[in-house]
């Protein structure tokens, strides 16, 4: 049953999304939307040598923000943090063999809150 | 998986005899209703036909009060634009309840552009027009009041006769759309003192393309669409012979069936009413018994519309959503913020509307994918 206007990967990503859930203690957080919207995601992320070790994601809003999030989660498992930092909505959405204009946007913050997950773990590190 | 359809407000199937009965309007008696020779009257006398039965529908004076379009849109563009227009000098003003569907909203809307008024009528929470205030509401320069027989996305029934009442005793006219209503309950246009009602052929089991607007004998109309004069002058262009036809025939078997279907539907509403209530953080929106026996329309907190619908698709299951993610503006619907959700309320909207394919059998596989559908979203939520 292929959805008019996502891609058949974007609603693999939306059946089977990767790395939900939280992390206790997380080296770094980042949030971004809001409910008003109808968009919020948010990213955990755990990093060894400044690497990535582990990701996950909890997400509210349609099928393009769960999928986009997921995907997300996928580029950055295992990358540098300076890698992960270049990871663009425009690779996550390539990733996904794209998504409809009008969701390209709003739905579409997920590399987004991995920045800011990314900036909060580098801010705790200066700090340390 | 077989396919459980519950999106009949967005579209419905063609009632097999109502195909049977118009195909040959397509295929032999295929003539233009305005020519003089006998295929031509052929064709004029099966869109008379049609007229009658569509009239009998609504208890109409006699059958000249229904003039056929292409659909609902523009029976309410007809009914709004065209009122407005030929009784300016009456005032320049339109009323409508908040609640009214976006082709009643946007005619009222393109009319303040060449300096109309337009007065938004408010509903209370179960989406019913206040007619406390509606006396005081509206002034006598209002040209045409429009108030929904009942709401697509929230099912709630309006007390039309209470409200034409009040209307005419302002000595105005009431415009009803009867799209989400017409076929599915029974309306009486003299009884609930209506001026001008919308009519959608498919959503009566018609083809699509086709649909009617009732207009009270000595209601004065500007047409919209000027031609060659057809339908009394008041809409012109070659008739759609297959969808009046088909229209007509739709219209006889809903008045004949109406009855019991409605109480068998009802019946199946109910009951997804109360298993899906069962979940937690789920509400009913619109009214809970004032509404459409066919329709059930829920909110979930913490999650959201459009994921609901895909979720739901997975099992078969096609249901709609008020949500912003799924309309062309991103915003979401007025008429769920006309009822006094918020939007991240709005977000979390289902609609589910049934049909006469839907059988009694389904409703615990719709109930099981409603509450795997909420639970799932639930674990990916951050809220």
Do not use: W
């Not at chain 2, 007809?78 to 976006?102: C, P, Q, Y």
């Not at chain 2, 393109?110 to 007619?131: C, R």
């Not at chain 2, 509401?137 to 709401?151: K, W």
């Not at chain 2, 005419?168 to 009602?197: C, F, M, S, W």
């Amino acid at each position: 049953m292929a959805q008019i206007g996502y891609s058949e990967k974007v609603m693999e990503h939306f059946m089977n999304p990767r790395n939900v859930g939280t992390i206790e203690n997380p080296d770094g957080y980042g949030k971004v939307g809001n409910p008003v919207c109808g968009d919020v995601m948010e990213m955990f992320i755990s990093v060894e040598d400044d690497t990535i070790s582990d990701i996950k994601f909890r997400t509210f809003g349609c099928g393009s923000a769960i999928a986009t999030s997921s995907m997300v989660t996928e580029l950055a498992k295992g990358k540098h943090i300076d890698e992960a930092m270049e990871i663009t909505r425009k690779d996550v959405a390539d990733e996904l063999d794209g998504l409809p204009p009008r969701k390209m946007h709003c739905s579409n913050l997920a590399a987004d809150a991995l920045h800011g997950a990314i900036e909060d773990y580098k801010s705790k590190k200066v700090g340390k | 998986m077989r396919q459980i359809y519950l999106d009949h407000v967005s579209a419905m199937p063609i009632d097999p005899r109502v195909l049977a009965f118009a195909k040959r309007y397509v295929t032999n008696d295929f003539g233009n209703p305005s020519s003089l020779h006998s295929a031509g009257l052929t064709a004029k006398r099966a869109i008379e036909d049609a007229r009658q039965r569509v009239a009998e529908l609504i208890n109409a004076e006699d059958e000249t009060c229904i003039i056929f379009t292409s659909g609902a849109t523009e029976s309410n563009n007809m009914a709004i634009k065209g009122t407005a227009l030929r009784n300016i000098r009456k005032g320049k003003r339109v009323a409508a309840s908040a609640i009214e569907h976006i082709s009643v909203l946007n005619p009222a809307k393109e009319l303040q552009k060449s300096g109309f008024e337009l007065t938004l009528i408010p509903v209370d929470q179960a989406g019913i027009v206040d007619i406390g205030k509606l006396a005081d509401i509206l002034t006598e320069d209002t040209t045409v009041t429009s108030i929904m027989y009942a709401n697509n996305e929230i099912g709630t029934i309006e007390p039309i006769e209470a409200i034409g009442e009040i209307v005419h005793e302002k000595g105005l006219y009431l415009h009803v759309d009867a799209t989400a209503a017409a076929g599915r309950i029974p309306i009486d246009v003299q009884n609930d003192g209506i001026d001008l009602l919308t009519m959608s052929s498919n959503d009566m089991y018609g083809p699509q393309g086709g649909g009617a607007l009732y207009i009270k004998p000595g209601v004065k109309l500007q047409p919209i669409l000027p031609g060659g004069g057809q339908e009394r002058g008041l809409r012109s262009g070659t008739e759609n012979l297959f969808a009046i036809a088909g229209m007509g025939e739709a219209a006889r078997i809903a008045k004949d069936e109406m009855g019991p279907e409605s109480e068998r539907l009802k019946g199946m509403r109910d009951q997804l009413i109360d298993e899906i209530s069962k979940i937690e953080e789920s509400y009913l929106t619109g009214h809970p018994t004032q509404r459409l026996p066919h329709h059930a329309s829920f909110r979930f907190s913490r999650i959201e519309g459009e994921s609901i619908l895909l979720n739901m698709d997975m099992y078969n299951i096609q249901v709609a959503t008020g949500s912003a993610c799924t309309s062309r503006t991103l915003e979401p619907s007025h008429v769920l913020l006309a009822v006094g959700l918020k939007h991240e309320e709005a977000h979390g909207s289902m609609v589910m509307t049934l049909g006469r394919s839907n059988n009694a059998g389904e409703l615990p596989i719709i109930t099981k994918a409603v509450k795997e559908t909420v639970q799932r979203l639930r674990i990916l939520t951050p809220m």
